[in-house]
């Protein structure tokens, strides 16, 4: 169980703070059942849900350490871009890595669709909608989790992560 003040993250909404444990009164609610009230670092809004939720997963949000691990991964990481018959398919399979809510997962699509946006351009094409969707998903996820975990402002996770990725690979 979460404590008041634990970084979790709550589902598709990212990173959300346990403001506290509640009982509650409300008619058609088990009173003996604890609820988190979880306040969105990164939307505005509160969220009211049962500490033994199964339908929306809930964990404890990735260490600094394991952040960077992650962003030393980059330089070695071969994104394949995702290609789909139909977008309905690509939808799906941004869809799975979306809801994995692993961060790995996450990373790599992001670096899928970057790719994919690189080979649009080349075309002198833009990428499409469902991409742009999901990469911007993926990024405010992942970002939101790396900004958490290593203690730096949102706006700053993409250049942290580039710069770090820049000293990785000058030295080889």
């Known amino acids: 169980m979460f404590q008041p003040g634990d ?3 709550y589902g598709t909404t990212g990173v959300c703070k346990v403001q506290e444990i509640v009982h509650p009164n409300k008619t058609g609610t088990d009173r003996n059942r604890p609820y988190y009230l979880l306040k969105p670092l ?3 809004g509160v ?3 049962p500490a033994e939720n199964g339908k929306v997963p809930m964990r404890p949000i990735i260490s600094a350490k394991e952040a960077n691990a992650l962003i030393d991964l980059i330089p070695t990481v071969e ?3 995702c290609r789909a018959p139909t977008l309905q398919a690509l939808s799906q399979l941004y869809q799975s890595a979306v809801r994995s809510h692993d961060c ?3 990373m790599e699509m992001v670096m899928s669709i970057y790719a994919k946006q690189k080979q649009a351009e080349a075309q002198k094409r833009r990428l499409g909608m469902v991409d742009e969707r999901f990469m911007r998903q993926a990024e405010n996820l992942l970002y939101g989790e790396f900004s958490s975990a290593l203690g730096i402002p949102f706006d700053e996770v993409q250049p942290y992560i580039a710069g770090r990725v820049a000293r ?4 080889s």
């Open 104 to 106: 790995r997962d996450l």
């Open 47 to 49: 969220i009211y849900t």
């Open 7 to 9: 970084l979790i993250l």
């Open 79 to 81: 994104p394949e871009v």
């Open 168 to 171: 990785l690979t000058s030295k």
């Open 42 to 44: 990164y939307q505005d």
